[in-house]
């Protein structure tokens, strides 16, 4: 993260110090600081100044996690042609652009994440928010994807689909984690593989062809 800086009116950014310097630690330390008191200390801020802005060690992480998305859906947003794609180009570019925001924080997260066999299988709880406005994000691809017909409608399985697309992301976080080929080549085609495979699930298959026709024969008798 860039170099903290004072405000024109002379007052610290006390958030940008605090996430700057909760960051900073893990990087040195490889975990997350003993107690909210020594870290404030070590800032050189009163610890009341800390609780202005979190409320424990898991509010800061949970703010980096919030931020790492609104970013990725940022920069989608200032990209006209993404308007113009389709639902599975739609997501692929999310976990693109996804990634690459992860890799400018990728000692962070493998120190605090990189032991971790089962990341996001049982969610931590700084991944809640994330993943509560991930899936606003995954709803409205699902709902886009159904009026289109890219996506079927399946009783009992359609609710399911946005809770599928996390598991894409967890998975994805897993494997990049774990990826020590070069540029991250791995992961790139891990992306493109998986998110091929959940989205030919998800579309018309030809059983749901099939059963259309059974269905239409079966009515027309």
């Known amino acids: 993260m860039d170099t903290v800086v004072e405000k024109k009116t002379g007052k610290k950014d006390f958030k940008k110090l605090i996430l700057e310097g909760f960051i900073s630690h893990v990087l040195e330390h490889g975990k997350e600081p003993a107690s909210i008191f020594k870290f404030a200390?070590?800032?050189?801020?009163?610890?009341?100044?800390?609780?202005?802005?979190?409320?424990?060690?898991?509010?800061?992480k949970t703010s980096i996690w919030v931020a790492l998305f609104d970013e990725t859906i940022s920069q989608l947003e200032e990209q006209e042609v993404y308007k113009e794609y389709a639902v599975r180009e739609k997501f692929l570019s999310f976990l693109f652009t996804w990634v690459?925001?992860?890799?400018?924080?990728?000692?962070?997260?493998?120190?605090?994440?990189g032991d971790k066999a089962a990341t996001f299988k049982k969610l931590p709880g700084d991944t809640r928010e994330f993943k509560e406005k991930f899936s606003d994000f995954a709803?409205?691809?699902?709902?886009?994807?159904?009026?289109?017909?890219?996506?079927?409608?399946r009783p009992l399985l359609?609710?399911?689909?946005?809770?599928?697309?996390w598991l894409q992301v967890a998975f994805v976080f897993r494997y990049w984690l774990d990826d020590t080929s070069p540029r991250f080549e791995k992961t790139d085609a891990a992306i493109e593989?998986?998110?091929?495979?959940?989205?030919?699930?998800?579309?018309?298959?030809?059983?749901?062809?099939?059963l259309d026709f059974a269905k239409f024969l079966y009515q027309t008798k």
């Open 139 to 153: 709803s409205e691809l699902i709902l886009e994807g159904k009026e289109t017909q890219e996506i079927a409608s």
């Open 158 to 165: 359609t609710e399911k689909y946005d809770e599928a697309l």
């Open 193 to 210: 593989k998986s998110v091929n495979f959940a989205f030919d699930l998800m579309g018309k298959s030809a059983l749901d062809s099939f």
């Open 100 to 113: 690459e925001e992860l890799k400018k924080n990728r000692s962070y997260l493998l120190s605090l994440y």
């Open 41 to 60: 200390k070590d800032l050189k801020i009163k610890e009341a100044d800390f609780y202005n802005y979190f409320t424990s060690f898991e509010s800061i």
